[in-house]
């Protein structure tokens, strides 16, 4: 992967039933809110938890977190946070918390 032009992947949300476009260097929650997407957030650093999506398809580069904002059990059943995570492929994601706005 080159520095100045990483790869940019489609991201399906679910939710918002969106198609947006993330950079390899990039989380999904800040391509998300880039997009005008009201996905769910927090901290946008991996500790509270508030961005815990499910990844229906696709993989992901997982960026260090706090265990208790996401589990390794969490983990093995699929879930990850979109502030963590940078995609490594085409992705469907689904987040399970509630937008902000609401
Ligand atoms: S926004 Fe807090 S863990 Fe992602």
């Not at 080159?2 to 039933?17: D, E, H, T």
């Not at 993989?59 to 979109?82: F, K, M, R, W, Y």
Request: with cysteine; aromatic share 4%.
């Amino acid at each position: 992967m080159s520095r100045l032009n990483p790869p940019v992947f489609k991201v399906k949300i679910g939710n918002a039933r969106k198609t947006i476009k993330c950079a390899a260097d990039r989380s999904i929650l800040h391509a998300a809110i880039a997009a005008g997407i009201d996905y769910p957030y927090g901290c946008a650093s991996g500790n509270c938890g508030a961005c815990v999506s499910h990844l229906d398809s696709g993989e992901v580069h997982l960026l260090p977190h706090n265990d208790t904002s996401l589990s390794p059990g969490q983990i093995a059943a699929g879930q990850t946070l979109a502030c963590r995570a940078q995609p490594r492929s085409d992705v469907t994601i689904t987040w399970l918390g509630r937008p902000r706005s609401s």
